[in-house]
Each structure stands twice: as C-alpha cells, then as structure tokens.
C-alpha cells in the first residue's frame, strides 16, 4: 500500500540563528517569500501525500495560527494536525509521543532541511523497516557520514575533519512504525535509533542527488532563499 503520511519535525528552537527565532520557529521563517514549511508541504503535496503531521515544540502557536489563517491545508489538498510536545522531547521522543497518531509506514522529514529529490521514491520502498535518504558531497569534514552495502546502511562514521567525499544524511526517512522503540523521555532518532537499526541490518539507504540545505545558521539560511527563489 502506498506510503500517505508525511511527519515533520518542526519543534526545533533555532538557537544559531540568533534574534531571527527567539519568537518564531525555525520552520516559520520566510524564505522566498514564504515560510520555510510552505515550501515542504508544497513538495508533500506534489509526491501524492494527503496527510500530514507537523510535531511541533517552540513557538508552536505561532505555527498553528499561520495554518488557520493562510488555509494551507485546504489549498494543497492537505490534512494537517499538529502534536505539540509539552517538553523538548528530542526527534526520537517527539515520535512516540505522537505514536498514535502515525500511519503504520510513514515518510518523514526535518522541518529545516530541504533535500529536493522525489520522496516518493523513498517512501515506496518496502524492504526494510527503515530506509534513509542519503547525499554525496565532496567534502564530508563537517559530517558524520553513512557506510553503504548494498543498499544497506551498515554503520556512521564520525566527523573526521578530512577534506573527502562522503554519504551524509538527508534528513528525510521512511519508517515502519513497529519499527520505533518505546523508548520514555527525550532521545534522539539519529543517535539511538539509526545506528540500533543499522547494526541489526534493517535500515536501508538510498542516494539522491537533488538540491540539499538546511536553514540552521545564517550562511545557509541566505543561501535557501536564492535556491528556492527559483
């Protein structure tokens, strides 16, 4: 059955980029005209996803009140509901808190981070309870980056600080929801789940080769809004 659901984690605080989110969340911030999580339900609606789940945190009626009043939802054709945390409960612990709330296979995806390939193509894929997307780049020293055999993902390797190419995470995911530990408290998806998954041999990795950025500090937040300006 094809994958439906799009979740977005969209609690995150900002803190790098300063004055810019110290009363709007990171997703909210305009970028091309628009706020940034426009853009991605955008791109939710042109793969074929009907329904999405914004987990939000900081700010989160700031978020709620632009969807009430821009009636997004109802001009992409989206069903959209919003999980606040009532705590920061990291990208792992906003996921169970929300357990009920998920489709049984779900695609998801940062709230700052735009990675412009088909998520389709992800979120079809069945073989595995996990699968990422990953992307090449050139100079990996900032990253920590994914071993891929035969389209699994096998283990992370640390930042190095190396001038080499490598396959970083794309911040976009297919999951099985059996798949998510009940794990209580706040915890990470990308420290505790993703290596767990790996080392068991389930989670799979795909590469994409599309525009890749996030907003999270100001170099690359002024760089979104010419590449989304296009």
């Known amino acids: 059955m094809s994958v ?20 709007t969340p990171k997703p909210m911030l ?40 821009s009636q997004v939802g109802a001009r992409l054709g989206l069903r959209i509901e919003v999980v606040v945390e009532a705590e920061p409960m990291g990208t ?29 193509a992800l979120a079809d894929h069945t073989d595995v ?8 780049i050139a100079v990996a020293d900032r990253y920590e980056t994914a ?11 640390p930042r190095t600080g190396e001038a080499s190419p490598g396959l970083i995470n794309g911040g976009v995911y297919r ?7 009940d794990l209580p408290g706040a915890w990470s998806l990308e420290a505790d789940f993703l290596p767990r998954v790996a080392l068991a041999g389930e989670l799979g990795g795909q590469v994409f080769a599309g525009d890749f950025i996030d907003i999270g500090v100001p170099e690359s937040l002024a760089a979104a809004q010419a590449l989304l300006a296009r």
Do not use: Y
């Open 4 to 23: 439906t659901q799009c979740v977005l984690l969209v609690g995150g605080m900002g803190t790098r980029l300063g004055d810019l989110t110290a009363q």
């Open 92 to 120: 792992g612990g906003a996921l169970v808190q929300a357990r009920d709330r998920l489709a049984p296979t779900f695609l998801l995806a940062n709230g700052d981070t735009w990675f412009d390939f088909d998520w389709r």
């Open 30 to 69: 305009s970028v091309a005209g628009k706020p940034f999580l426009e853009h991605l339900l955008v791109k939710a609606a042109r793969h074929g996803f009907t329904e999405v789940v914004l987990l939000a945190g900081f700010r989160a009626d700031v978020l709620v009140d632009w969807l009430t009043q």
């Open 175 to 181: 999951i099985s929801r059996a798949a998510l530990p």
């Open 147 to 157: 071993v891929l055999e035969a389209s699994r993902v096998v283990r992370f390797r």
């Open 129 to 136: 309870p996990a699968v990422m997307a990953l992307r090449e």
